[in-house]
T-cell receptor, first 113, second 114 residues
Framework: DQQVKQNSPSLSVQEGRISILNCDYTNSMFDYFLWYKKYPAEGPTFLISISSIKDKNEDGRFTVFLNKSAKHLSLHIVPSQPGDSAVYFCAASAASGTYKYIFGTGTRLKVLA | EPEVTQTPSHQVTQMGQEVILRCVPISNHLYFYWYRQILGQKVEFLVSFYNNEISEKSEIFDDQFSVERPDGSNFTLKIRSTKLEDSAMYFC????????????FGSGTQLSVL
């Protein structure tokens, strides 16, 4: 039951270029989405969020886009830096009737210097 | 910045033994969670806890698992009789409210069941 999917297990990008990480979901009740970054042997660290009433949210180098009709969101990192190399997870939650976030399988981003 | 703390960072146990994983959530948070990540796999929801009771649990969270907030600051996950497949990184998380709020994660406890 993979309600949140990240179909690219890995991505390599040159330093300074744009990184685009994608996430698809199947549950139309999801209305709040988070992106987390995770380094080995550490807990996930929050990056950016978006609610379903918006289609874009920006925070510095990070922008999240939400396409509700396609049930798709993406995280853009511009410009990419070597310190961005980590595993990125998207997570989704529904406002009503649940107390949990469902995580995707993650995408390992490697930014090459 | 306040953080979620977890102890121990590593726990090794024999199959069939009981383990207790401990967490201190951020002090003004009301919602508490346990997630786990088996090596190389996704972060999986185990249980959420609010107002001193379980709000929701996954199918992973069977009768061998229990959670407790014994003293208003600690939040524990107990596995009564560990199995090999319980080996994973266990993450505690907390949030100030359930809807539209990010989760703050601890750095995890790596549980190895031998």
């Amino acid at each position: 039951d993979q309600q949140v999917k990240q179909n690219s297990p890995s991505l390599s990008v040159q330093e300074g270029r744009i990184s685009i990480l994608n996430c698809d979901y199947t549950n139309s009740m999801f209305d709040y989405f988070l992106w987390y970054k995770k380094y080995p042997a550490e807990g996930p660290t929050f990056l950016i969020s978006i609610s379903s009433i918006k289609d874009k949210n920006e925070d510095g180098r990070f922008t999240v886009f939400l396409n509700k009709s396609a049930k798709h969101l993406s995280l853009h990192i511009v410009p990419s830096q070597p310190g961005d190399s980590a595993v990125y997870f998207c997570a989704a939650s529904a406002a009503s009737g649940t107390y949990k976030y469902i995580f995707g399988t993650g995408t390992r981003l490697k930014v090459l210097a | 910045e306040p953080e979620v703390t977890q102890t121990p960072s590593h726990q090794v146990t024999q199959m069939g033994q009981e383990v207790i994983l401990r967490c201190v959530p951020i002090s003004n948070h009301l919602y508490f969670y346990w997630y786990r990540q088996i090596l190389g796999q996704k972060v999986e929801f185990l249980v959420s806890f609010y107002n001193n009771e379980i709000s929701e649990k996954s199918e992973i969270f069977d009768d061998q698992f229990s959670v407790e907030r014994p003293d208003g600051s600690n939040f524990t996950l107990k596995i009564r009789s560990t199995k090999l497949e319980d080996s994973a990184m266990y993450f505690c998380a907390s949030s100030p409210q359930v809807v539209g709020e990010k989760l703050f994660f601890g750095s995890g406890t790596q549980l190895s069941v031998l």
